[in-house]
């Protein structure tokens, strides 16, 4: 190349396999000083310096486009650095052909989401006006009489992108159009279903949402809401399905991070005669609040939370009797977790006032519960025998108790909003998927497991519907793909969830009493240490690695197992049972439970599902759904990891990454793998 470069030349720096915008700060005596865009400094001799190092940048509008398909250079970094132009000026939407991109702003923006801009928006068809979510949204619901199908929106990001604050303005979007048409057909009667789905939000959030350290509202589940939409135009009912609650958080937290906000909302607004009478005093009392050090946040304002929790649970029809009910149970998980226990003979309850209140805000009996906690009850040829537990162990049915009341709860509640919001499916509907994005932490556990295993099955709709279409378009012009393998991770899931596949592995362990988590990493290795998608680790530890789309995880297997089964003691089930609170009864009614007889006569067909294969079936009926569906996608983006609006996006490898990491829409780095044969069109459209 010509090595000469004037000071203040535009170029492509190329870093780390990134590409950075930058300019040319000086070059004397065979040394060139590059100056980046984000405030890097490089400094490189002269003659050393490649084509494939620097490359000129295309004069480019300094303002950034709209919609980057139409930027002449496509890479990572060009794509980075237009999303980081138009960020710099509040404009967080960015079109990547049919993809929207959202950069989290942490902060209102004046104005982009008020009634006004919905109306304008209404009105307008996609592209006419500046991107926006609620183009996207107006675009999907026209389709809905335009294409004569099912639309769906995909939202996909890392945890605190902005999935679910998108998910919540497409459905404030779609309930002011569903209102406005009402208008146009008078005398329709409306059941004010749009109402009551944007209240299910605040309840959902309460129950399901928790401050991490990356999010100080992170939904701990997945969601899919779907809107069924009538021939005139307006919302006519809905449907939740929920995914994957994390439950263990109800009894444990990570250092910064909290239990559910409900817990907190709780404490910070009942009233003082039910505070008095369900015993409660300040978060700092309890063993499920106080063990990670964080209690509060500015953000959050706890007594708030629970004023608009308690109205949106009137406004979805829960009855005084049931708020109560559910805010009871709330109590007496707190209470159970400050049980403890010492050793004497086994373990003791050594804080006699703790199992006492909890005892009674879940309507069992003291004497009844003690026992199952501190010992396990097995009939064996209808002979009960008791087994006395040590103390670790009697903290674990502790926890197990607190965790499957918690979860059992949390169901009752969305099938409490589904019973409100349900309605005739007699036109289409749209559907919009709020889930976890692709996780990869230190260790990872059987959770991980099943989030990735969902945002692959994702990938592989996203790469079907979106390559296709790509693919279509090149070959309508004459191009050819270099390399197309990359696409397809259709092995990769095999090696998930085909026959004898991981899922299957685990499951068919879960089934055996016998069976470790050792017994299982043995057979997962044996079956698949072949596989290329699968890693079996050089050295024994107690992991086995997928080669996923977006990389490379290791799992660890300890747990899996128990997890997996998702059952607790026949014993403790039986105590739930016996609780003399109908609500509490019928939580557990239709719990099955592990060892019952009857369930291990009928054979394989009649076994209690694993939590994998119920999760496998309701990703699959999911794909169903989105299969037959038009989907829109939406790229959420965060600027910075410190929650909060930055004056420039963070310049970290992550965020260089995110660039890259939305060609693929939720995954994977593929700057390099999306050029295209020579002599073809530079770069490529996603
Ligand atoms: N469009 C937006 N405008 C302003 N703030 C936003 C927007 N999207 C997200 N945020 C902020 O970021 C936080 C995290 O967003 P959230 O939707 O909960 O992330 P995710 O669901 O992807 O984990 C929100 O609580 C809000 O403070
Ligand atoms: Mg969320």
Known sequence: MDNFFPE??????????????????????????????????????????????VTPMHPMNE???????????LHGGSIMYNLFQRYKRNQIYTYIGSIIASVNPYQPIAGLYEHATMEQYSRRHLGELPPHIFAIANECYRCLWKRHDNQCVLISGESGAGKTESTKLILKFLSVISQQSLELSLKEKTSCVE???????????????AKTVYNNNSSRFGKFVQLNICQKGNIQGGRIVDYLLEKNRVVRQNPGERNYHIFYALLAGLEHAEREEFYLSVPENYHYLNQSGCIEDKTISDQESFKEVITAMEVMQFSREEVREVLRLLAGILHLGNIEFI???????????????????????????????????????????LTPLNVQQAVDSRDSLAMALYARCFEWVIKKINSRIKGKDDFKSIGILDIFGFENFEVNHFEQFNINYANEKLQ????????????LEYSREGLVW?????????????????????????????????????TLLEKLH?????????????????????????????????????????????????????????????????????????????GSKHRRPTVSSQFKDSLHSLMATLSSSNPFFVRCIKPNMQKQMHTHLDRGDQVRNQGRLFLAWSGQPVEEKLRLSPGSRQGGRV
């Open 526 to 602: 044996n079956q698949h240490a072949n596989n290329h998608f699968y890693v079996k680790p050089r050295v024994a530890v107690n992991n086995f690695g997928v080669k996923h789309y977006a990389g490379e995880v290791q799992y660890d297997v300890r747990g899996i197992l128990e997890k997996n089964r998702d059952t607790f003691r026949d014993d403790l089930l039986n105590l739930l049972r016996e609780s003399r609170f109908d609500f509490i009864y019928d939580l557990f009614e239709h719990v099955s439970s592990r060892n019952n007889q009857d369930t291990l006569k009928c």
């Open 8 to 53: 203040g030349t535009r170029v492509w720096l190329k870093e780390n396999g990134q590409h950075f915008p930058s300019t040319v700060n000086s070059c004397a005596e065979g040394v060139v000083v590059f100056q980046t865009d984000y405030g890097q400094v490089f400094t490189y001799k002269q003659s050393t310096i490649t084509q494939q190092k």
């Open 460 to 471: 592989e709709y996203f790469n079907k519907h979106i390559f296709s279409l790509e693919q």
């Open 482 to 518: 270099e390399d197309i393998d990359w696409i397809d991770n259709g092995e990769c899931l095999d090696l998930i969830e085909k026959k004898l596949g991981l899922l299957a592995l685990i499951n068919e362990e879960s089934h055996f009493p016998q069976a470790t988590d050792s």
């Open 63 to 73: 303002e950034g486009v709209d919609d980057m398909a139409a930027l002449s250079e």
């Open 343 to 385: 050793t004497a003979g086994g373990a003791q309850v050594s804080f006699k006032t703790a199992l006492g209140r909890s005892a009674e805000l879940l309507g069992l009996d003291p004497t009844q519960l003690t026992d199952a906690l501190t010992q396990r009850s097995m009939f064996l040829r209808g002979e009960e025998i």
């Open 195 to 209: 109402q009551a789905i944007l209240e299910s939000s605040p309840i959902m959030e309460a129950f399901g949402n």
